[in-house]
C-alpha cells in the first residue's frame, strides 16, 4: 500500500437522554436485520426488559439476552457467538462497559452479524471503535482484535449514564486525555494510526478537540455524576470520551500512554483499576518520557488531580519501591508490536523504567504543591 493517510468512523452516532427509545427506530432506518441478541453484564442490566421491548418491539425486532460474564476473554467472545449463531441473530446490541462492548463486537464479527454499541458509561473510548481489547481469563492484556467495519450504530443515553458511577467517567477522562498527546506524536513521528495509514488531519484534529472539551468542562461533569445529572458539560464530556477519543484514537494513533497501560497490566495489583486510570498513569509517563515542556505536563498533571485520576504508581497499585515491577512494566511496554514504538525517536525498558519513577515522583510533588 502507497503511504496513504486514512480515517475512519462508525456510520452513525446517537447520544442523549432517554437516547435508548431511539434504538428500534434507528436500527431500523439502516436497515438492520433481525433477531437481536442484547449482551449485557450479568445481574447488572442497565436498561430494563421493558425499555428494551418498547423500542425494539414496535420496530419489528425480536430479542434475546445473553449475560456477559465480566471478561473480555476468548472463551467469553466464542460463547456469544455461539449463542448468535444458535438463534440466527442478525444484529448484536452490546449494553454496557467497554470489556461488554467489545466481547460482543469480536462475538458478532466472529459470527457474521451487524453491531450496535451502547455504553452505559463514559468510561473508555471503546464503543466508536473497530477493535477490541481482549484479556486472559485472570484480566491480564492478551491481544487487540481488529476489524474491517466499524459499529454500524452507536446509542449513547446520557441519563443511563448519569445513573452510574462517577469513577468510571472519571476513568473515561483518563482515556480521553491521552488521545491528543498520543495522536500528536504519531503526527510528529509520521507513524501508522490503527488502520495501517498515516493520520489524517480530520483525525488528529479530533483529538485536539477532545482535549479541550476535556479541561474546559472535566470537572464540571464530573461534579454532575455527584448529583446524577444529565447537563450541557456533562453531555459534551461524554460525547468526548465517547465519539471524540474513539475516532481520535484510532484515525490519530497511539504510543506510550497506551502502552504504558497495557505494560501495566501485567501487574496482577493493578487489575482493580481501571482502563482510563492506567492510561492516566501511562499519559505522565509518556510526557517525562518525551520530555514535554513544564507546562504541558502541568496542565496534564492539575487536570488529573482535580478530576480525580491517577499520577502516582502507588494509585494504580504498584509500589513505587519496587524496581523489580517497574523493569517488568517497562519491558512489556516496549514490547515488539506495541505502540510505543511510535515515537520519534527509539524507546528502550530502561528509558520508560526511568520515565515511571521520574513520573511516580513527579506526580507525588505536584500533589504535594512541592514541583521545584
Ligand atoms: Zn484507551
Keep these: 500500500m502507497p503511504p496513504v493517510s486514512i480515517y475512519c468512523s462508525p456510520e452513525r452516532y446517537v447520544q442523549g437522554a432517554g437516547a435508548t427509545a431511539a434504538l428500534g427506530e434507528q436500527m431500523a432506518l439502516l436497515k438492520m436485520r433481525g433477531p437481536v441478541l442484547i449482551v449485557a453484564e450479568r445481574g447488572r442490566e442497565f436498561v430494563p426488559r421493558d425499555e428494551w421491548a418498547a423500542t425494539l418491539g414496535p420496530a419489528g425486532y425480536e430479542f434475546f439476552f445473553h449475560g456477559f460474564n465480566g471478561e473480555c476473554s476468548q472463551q467469553e467472545i466464542d460463547a456469544i457467538a455461539a449463542q448468535i449463531k444458535a ?80 469513577r468510571l467517567l472519571v476513568a473515561g477522562l483518563g482515556d480521553a486525555l491521552a488521545t491528543w498527546y498520543e495522536a500528536r506524536t504519531v503526527a510528529e513521528a509520521r507513524a501508522d494510526n490503527f488502520f495501517g495509514g498515516k493520520p489524517t488531519v480530520t483525525g488528529t484534529g479530533l483529538a485536539l478537540l477532545c482535549r479541550d472539551i476535556l479541561v474546559a468542562d472535566g470537572a464540571e461533569a464530573a461534579a454532575a455524576m455527584d448529583t446524577h445529572s444529565v447537563t450541557p458539560a456533562l453531555e459534551r464530556v461524554v460525547e468526548a470520551n465517547t465519539l471524540l477519543s474513539g475516532l481520535g484514537f484510532e484515525s490519530g494513533g497511539l504510543c506510550v500512554a497506551h502502552a504504558c497501560h497495557n505494560g501495566l497490566t501485567c501487574l496482577e495489583a493493578t487489575h482493580r483499576y481501571l482502563h482510563g486510570e492506567k492510561v492516566a498513569f501511562g499519559l505522565c509517563t509518556q510526557m517525562v518520557l518525551e520530555g514535554r515542556p513544564r507546562e504541558e505536563t502541568d496542565t496534564v498533571l492539575t487536570f488529573c488531580e482535580k478530576v480525580g485520576l491517577p499520577t502516582t504508581l502507588a494509585e494504580v497499585g504498584v509500589d513505587s519501591g519496587d524496581a523489580d515491577a517497574v523493569m517488568q512494566v517497562a519491558e512489556r511496554t516496549c514490547q515488539k508490536g506495541e505502540t510505543s514504538h511510535n515515537e520519534p525517536f527509539e524507546v528502550t525498558a530502561r528509558m520508560v523504567a526511568d520515565a515511571i519513577a521520574a513520573a511516580d515522583r513527579l506526580g507525588t510533588l505536584h500533589r504535594d504543591k512541592a514541583w521545584p
Excluded: N, Q, W
Design 87 to 166: 438463534r440466527a441473530c442478525g444484529a448484536v446490541v452490546g449494553s454496557g462497559g467497554g470489556k461488554t462492548i467489545d466481547a460482543a463486537r469480536a462475538a458478532a464479527y466472529l459470527a457474521g452479524a451487524e453491531f450496535v454499541s451502547m455504553p452505559t458509561a463514559a468510561s473508555c473510548d471503546a464503543p466508536c471503535s473497530a477493535l477490541s481489547v481482549v484479556y486472559t481469563e485472570s484480566g491480564a492484556f492478551s491481544k487487540y482484535m481488529r476489524y474491517p467495519r466499524h459499529p454500524t450504530l452507536v446509542v449513547v443515553d446520557t441519563a443511563v449514564v448519569a445513573r452510574g458511577p462517577k
